[in-house]
């Protein structure tokens, strides 16, 4: 029943559409991307492994900002076999700054399976691709039909915006049963003779045509054939239901330097969010405390200060106080935070206060305690690169 259903829905939405149309629409449509298309790196060969990096490092970032990242990454593991062997602090480094962190483990993990089950060459068909970790449907239709030239679609954010005003689509794009229909559509029109061209073409409209919002329609190659232009409904589409909303979390970060210049880090859990990086100890406040700690230690001693600090540490964090004690009782605590930051995962919002504190005494047996020279092999979030360049700024870390 919902195969029959969705089969008409597509049907619906490509009535119109006869093989006649389809045809001159492939031919304007690559016409215009033959002239137009982007020069990006990825697109210098049809190479799947480029492109598969690529495509997952496009995955909520802009094209801009992946470009350098995409070179670095190619540099330093320039094959399948190189990210199946990397060790995971290098590749965590090279993805420094792209967010969503279990996109590269997901890829490295993916690589070890190539290379042990298809000796280390991507494979082409649709069904091998999606039992990689971390490919799903859009990254395995853009494989397929850009290294492949198989005539798979690739539905993301971008086809469906272009997609759902071609055609009037009404379906709610934040539902992933909607997918499937959107990739009905696209199966209706995509060129069997130049996929590749094609989902790129489409790639490229989005992205510098078909925008979000204010999109010029009047340079459109599509206008012509595009629905919702013809009943200036462009702002109409896509439809979307409203996102998850994004709750706050809230921290104080514990900046703790010792007399020989050296900080006190700490590496995440191995599961959970930023797995296996490094930050400033994090002490997990409730809004209250926050709000407290925001505001000046006011008629605080230094000492008052770090006895408060150890209070929040053995009441949130109980297993952190156990190795912390010792370094956060022996630091003078400047009284009143030095900054704060702010930074928004998908579903969490971070505030974080920063305390700085200074330890005169230095002994040779503590561990955790890093000089910033060597800091850049060690894989930092974007969150604590937020606090370094406020504390760099601040005249705390030399630049």
Wanted: proline share 6%.
């Amino acid at each position: 029943m919902v195969k029959e259903a969705r089969a008409q829905r597509i049907a619906s939405y490509v009535a119109d559409w006869p093989k006649e149309k389809v045809t001159a629409f492939q031919q304007d449509f690559l016409a215009w991307y033959d002239e137009e298309n982007r020069h990006l790196p990825w697109r210098e060969s049809q190479d799947p492994y480029r492109i598969w990096v690529s495509e997952i490092m496009l995955q909520q970032t802009q094209v801009a900002t992946v470009i350098p990242y995409f070179e670095r990454f190619m540099a330093w593991f320039p094959t399948i076999a190189d990210l199946a062997a990397a060790p995971e602090d290098q590749l965590l480094k090279a993805w420094e700054g792209l967010g969503y962190y279990s996109r590269v483990r997901n890829m490295q993990f993916a690589a070890q399976t190539i290379m042990e089950e298809y000796d280390g060459e991507m494979p082409r068909d649709l069904k091998s691709l999606l039992a990689l970790k971390g490919i799903g449907p859009y990254t395995a239709g853009a494989i397929a039909s850009i290294a492949f030239n198989q005539p798979e679609p690739a539905v993301d954010g971008n086809v469906m915006r272009v997609f759902s005003r071609l055609f009037g689509i009404t379906e709610d794009i934040a539902k992933p049963s909607t997918r499937f229909i959107f990739e009905g559509v696209v199966r209706h029109t995509i060129s069997p003779q130049h996929p590749s061209e094609f989902n790129q073409a489409i790639m490229d409209l989005g992205a510098t045509i078909c925008t979000p919002t204010s999109p010029k329609c009047e340079a459109c190659p599509l206008a012509a054939y595009c629905l919702a232009y013809q009943m200036d409904e462009r702002e109409k589409y896509p439809i979307k239901s409203k996102k998850t909303k994004v709750t706050p979390h809230y921290y104080l970060a514990l900046a703790m330097q010792d007399a020989e210049g050296r900080w006190y880090l700490e590496q995440r859990p191995t599961t959970g969010l930023l797995a296996n990086f490094w930050t400033f100890p994090l002490v997990t406040l409730d809004k209250k405390s926050y709000t407290r700690f925001k505001q000046q230690w006011e008629d605080a001693q230094t000492r008052d200060a770090g006895e408060q600090i150890l209070e929040l540490v053995a009441e949130d964090e109980p297993s952190l106080v156990e190795h912390l004690t010792e370094e956060v009782a022996n630091v003078i605590w400047q009284k009143e935070v030095v900054g704060e930051i702010q930074h928004v995962f998908s579903h969490q919002k971070w505030h974080v206060l920063i305390a700085y504190g200074y330890q005169a005494e230095v002994s040779d047996d503590q561990t955790g305690w890093y000089y910033p020279t060597g800091w850049s092999d060690l894989p930092f979030p974007k969150p604590q690169q937020k606090i370094v360049e406020i504390l760099q700024k601040q005249k705390y870390i030399e630049d």
